[in-house]
């Protein structure tokens, strides 16, 4: 039988896996879980999946060089999320280890997201619960309405898209910037950067992490924007300068901001960031739905299947280097290089 080896802690399987998924990961193989209450150090990891033929890994599991070289018998890697930049695949293809992604299935639940603090910060929902949790008077602001607002969102992926039917349907005036698609979506105005961040009463952060968008939200990026404009991320950290941020807040060059997201471990915000009066702060949670999460858990559970029945999954992303795979009896027949 399959051998599996599973990598979330409990809490992890419960919130990012689930029961489902898990049932039919069973029913494929032998699974293997992690008995730690916590993501595994270098060291557990290659002792826990010695002799293991699949592993499939939370986002948080690392996989640099050094756990395939140690990993004689692994044939494959199914990564339970996008994000694949912590593991290392050219490592994984020279030892012919597949590597498999799963397919974005958050854009709801975050573009709800979204759509929420975009609420909070324009009616101090959360300032006003937290002054009330002190047994403090809250203090009494006039609001704002969605309606009628400019939503700037950088970067139209499968959240923009989303995100700008939600904004229409509110009843705002939708402009988007990425240089890499023509937006056709009637309601939406393509716009470029510069204009976003001038125009926009809220601008949303979803550019992809890559080394021309690091730090694309820095000083003179939030200078552009609007005194009263709200600045909201729910990408990667890494695209936005933490100290530029906390500048604009204190200085009030923009009037608050939201993140879901930051630069401290597994894309938590910062605690110095998160903390700020202005700032509305969530643990990274904003594809945390079941839904979005049972999503990506039946992808790897799809994955496993596939290879099981000697075909090559769907969402690979170094087949030609997976030279392991006729190790697994579906694929023993087929030549190197090959496909079924």
């Known amino acids: 039988m399959t051998k599996i080896y599973l990598t979330h802690s409990p809490d992890a399987l419960k919130n990012y896996y689930g029961d489902r998924a898990l049932q039919e990961l069973r029913a494929l193989g032998d699974v293997k879980l992690n008995p730690f209450d916590r993501p595994l150090s270098l060291d557990e990891f290659v002792r826990e999946a010695q002799g293991q033929d699949i592993v499939v890994a939370s986002r948080d599991s690392a996989a640099p060089a050094a756990l395939f070289e140690q990993l004689p018998e692994l044939v494959a890697f199914c990564r339970v999320a996008v994000d694949i930049r912590n593991i290392d695949v050219g490592a994984a293809s020279r030892h012919g280890v597949l590597v498999t992604r799963a397919t974005p299935g958050f854009d709801t639940s975050v573009a709800e997201w979204i759509v929420g603090v975009m ?22 602001a006039m609001g704002r309405e969605l309606r009628g607002s400019v939503l700037g969102v950088v970067g139209y992926g499968f959240i923009g898209q989303r ?76 695209l936005v300068d933490d100290q530029a941020l906390l500048h604009a807040l204190d200085a009030g060059v923009i009037a608050g901001a939201a993140v879901d997201v930051g630069r401290a471990a597994d894309q938590m915000p910062s605690p110095a960031l998160a903390a700020h009066p202005k700032l509305v702060a969530s643990p990274h949670v904003g594809g945390l739905t079941p839904p979005a999460i049972e999503h990506q858990a039946m992808d790897t559970v799809r994955q496993v299947r596939a290879l099981l029945n000697g075909v090559i999954p769907e969402h690979a992303v170094n087949a030609e280097c997976a030279a392991r795979l006729t190790r697994l009896p579906a694929f023993s027949g087929v030549l190197q290089g090959e496909r079924p």
């Open 119 to 140: 609420i909070d910060l324009s009616r101090g929902i959360s300032a006003a619960a937290a002054a009330y949790w002190q047994q403090r008077a809250p203090v009494i």
């Open 163 to 238: 995100l700008a039917e939600l904004g229409i349907a509110l009843g705002m005036q939708v402009v988007v910037n990425d240089p890499l698609i023509e937006i056709t979506q009637p309601g939406v105005e393509q716009a470029s950067f510069d204009d976003v961040l001038k125009r926009g009463d809220y601008v949303v952060c979803l550019a992809p992490a890559t080394p021309e968008t690091a730090d694309l939200f820095n000083s003179a990026a939030f200078a552009r924007m609007r005194s009263q404009a709200f600045f909201i991320n729910a990408s990667r950290g890494e």
